[in-house]
C-alpha cells in the first residue's frame, strides 16, 4: 500500500514539473536589431530594453517586461509593459520568429529584427 501511495505521489510530482515548465511560454534572448539599425531590442529573461538611436541627441531607451503568448485565434502576441511619468503602459503588437538564410529573426508588428552577432 505505501509504495502505491509513493508512486502515485511521484506520478503527481512530475505531472506538476511538466506543467509548471509548459507555461513558461516563450522567451528571447540577445540583441535584435532592424535593417537599418536604427531601433534594437535586447531580451533577457522576462525583460527587455528598447533602444532608438536618435540622429540628434541622446539615444532613447526604454526598458520594460515582455510575455509572448498566443491570442484566442491561435495568433502569437507579444505585449511590451513599461513604466513612463510613474505611469504602467503596455503595448501589445503581433509576434513571429524563424531563421533566413542561416540568421535568425524576430518579426514585432509589420517591423524585422535580425540578431545581432
Same mark, same amino acid.
Given at each position: 500500500? +505505501?509504495? &502505491? $501511495? !509513493?508512486?502515485?505521489?511521484?506520478?503527481?510530482?512530475?505531472?506538476?514539473?511538466?506543467? /509548471?515548465?509548459?507555461?513558461?511560454?516563450? @522567451?528571447?534572448?540577445?540583441?535584435?536589431?532592424?535593417?537599418?539599425?536604427?531601433?534594437?531590442? =535586447? %531580451?533577457?529573461?522576462?525583460?527587455?530594453?528598447? /533602444?532608438?538611436?536618435? &540622429? $540628434?541627441?541622446?539615444?532613447?531607451? @526604454? =526598458?520594460? +517586461?515582455?510575455?509572448?503568448?498566443?491570442?484566442?485565434?491561435?495568433?502569437?502576441?507579444?505585449?511590451?509593459?513599461? =513604466? *513612463?511619468?510613474?505611469? =504602467?503602459? @503596455?503595448?501589445? *503588437?503581433? %509576434? !513571429? !520568429?524563424?531563421? *533566413?538564410?542561416?540568421?535568425?529573426? $524576430?518579426? $514585432?508588428?509589420?517591423?524585422?529584427? @535580425?540578431?545581432?552577432?
Amino acid at each position: 500500500m +505505501k509504495r &502505491i $501511495i !509513493s508512486t502515485i505521489l511521484v506520478c503527481v510530482l512530475l505531472l506538476g514539473c511538466v506543467m /509548471t515548465l509548459a507555461s513558461c511560454g516563450k @522567451t528571447l534572448s540577445g540583441k535584435y536589431t532592424d535593417a537599418l539599425a536604427v531601433t534594437s531590442y =535586447e %531580451f533577457k529573461g522576462s525583460k527587455y530594453t528598447l /533602444t532608438v538611436d536618435n &540622429i $540628434i541627441g541622446a539615444d532613447t531607451v @526604454t =526598458e520594460g +517586461k515582455y510575455k509572448i503568448a498566443e491570442n484566442d485565434e491561435g495568433d502569437l502576441k507579444i505585449t511590451f509593459t513599461w =513604466e *513612463e511619468d510613474g505611469e =504602467e503602459k @503596455t503595448q501589445t *503588437e503581433s %509576434f !513571429s !520568429s524563424g531563421e *533566413e538564410d542561416g540568421v535568425e529573426y $524576430i518579426k $514585432i508588428g509589420i517591423v524585422k529584427y @535580425t540578431k545581432a552577432d
